[in-house]
């Protein structure tokens, strides 16, 4: 086919394909409903190469059916369903059980950012040491505009935990054990939900292990809802604790997470390097808008997949068997200047790929301009294809203030594995591709946003007939209902699990609760009654679950 000819189709491509990515709303991130069904597949068949989230062995799972307390059951005991569900605290496990070890753990909740603590106008003006005196005068003077007091009260529905562990060796031999602690998060929130381990008060080196997603797909928003709405545009987080009981129930998620990440360098790739963009400068009185290359090109669909990088929008006629991709002309200072744009195409090779100019985006678009972009063709690896790729990208999210490598053990090697997870897992690499990432555009996977279940694992010594102190400090945010919920509004929730996940025999399990004087409790199975300062209480370690559902007290 001629080039000519290929850009002739557009006109005849039905509205349905096109794939306008700036201009289109973003699939929400929904908690309104229940995930029912199991994960997805973990491997895919790309052109006869099989591939696998992550390598290593599986010959031994970290916990198991609810650790070693004979907590299992099912449902959440009454407790509210909430529209975003933060996870459950999750108890202490080894890398490889111990029959030597047994453990009593505490829990404590503490309450003590719910406090509200005054900000003064001036102090808070005064802090913003990156302005210059006159804009800081400026900051002052729209403070004492909203806040004629001269401050306001601030405070946080997040409380603090302390998980603390008792660790004693019955054994005559001294025990080196690897500890993990799981904990939920998502990588966007890291550096706030990150726990801190202590052995005795002296605080621990850490390693940390990143589950998959946690969750499922669903479909887009329908009268307002989604709720059992079939489909795969939005993400589905889980939205109770049995989510994640399905899920570490068996160690294998667990064990994943544990293993190495697969290694793509045995799947070749041809890559396509668009740079140098050049156009004419964007001008509404000359009808040039956006000024935008357009890149068409034929493919056999059931024997090619494309990953893209850098591009804005494109088109798929699959009963036509071409493809196009998009991208505005940047501006010297502007995003993407001096980015080179990256098609990554699996299997068969494309054919017959244009480039052409048009005064702005969207393949309805006719009028055409003046404008050239250099094309380089390499055959490559689709490992180090992806990096290449994934390295501009996180530098953009860098860019932006979404990313940072200076945040506690999140790197670039971390994200770049679990971007290769989700592709292979969810995105094109994957028999069952999700429709969230059918275009192939790698920004549009949420390796950064999906909440999964994390580990630190760190390295301790348990001296013979003797216990140690281990402790987990974290920041916990609650779970809740938005706005629109009038159920639960006002109310925080907040729940543990006793045994999930855990190889460890506890001997015991208490639960504390700090509530300064803040909170009256709603709903909960732990037994506090804070009138009558019961704030201490001893779990049932076959109670598998517990929760507490507590909104601040009118008076505080």
Known sequence: MKANDLLDLIGDVDDGILEEAEEKKRPVVSRWTRWAAAAACLCAVIGGVLLFVRTGGHSAPCGGTGGRTGAGGSGHNEGSVFMSYAGPVFPLTLREENAAISADRTITMDFASWVPVWIPNEEEASSRTDLTEEERQDVLNSYNEWFPEGGRYESSDHILVTDSYTLTNEDAQDQTLRVLYPFVSNLNNLAESRPVLTLDGEELDTALHAGSYAGGFQGAWENGSTHDNPGSLNLDPYVSWEGYRDLLDDGTYCQRALDDFADFSEIPVVVYEFTDAQGPESSEDDGIPNPTIRVLFELDYTQTRILSYGFNGGLHDEEKGIMGREFSIPEPGSRRYGVPRYLIVIGDDIENVNTQGFATGGWDTKKTVKADVMVTRTESNLEDALRMAAAYWVQELTDAGNYAESKPGYGFELYFGLMKEHLSAYGVLSENVAARYAT?????????????????????????????????????????????????????????????????????????????????????????????????????????????????????
Not at 463 to 491: H, Q, W, Y
Not at 496 to 523: C, H, K, M, P, Y
Request: net charge negative.
């Open 440 to 556: 192939g555009m790698i920004e549009e996977l949420d390796v950064a946003a999906a909440v999964r279940v994390f580990w630190l694992e760190a390295e301790i010594t348990v001296p013979a007939g003797t216990s140690v102190k281990l402790d987990a400090a974290f920041d916990k945010e609650p779970s809740f209902d938005f706005v629109c919920g009038a159920g639960n509004r006002g109310i925080s929730g907040y729940d543990l699990v006793t045994g999930l996940g855990s190889n460890l025999t506890f001997t015991g399990q208490t639960a504390r609760l700090e509530d300064r004087g803040q909170i009256e409790i709603v709903r909960q199975n732990f037994g506090f009654d804070l009138e009558n300062q019961i704030t201490e209480v001893r779990l049932d370690l076959t109670e598998p679950h517990y929760y507490l559902e507590v909104r601040a007290r009118q008076e505080s």
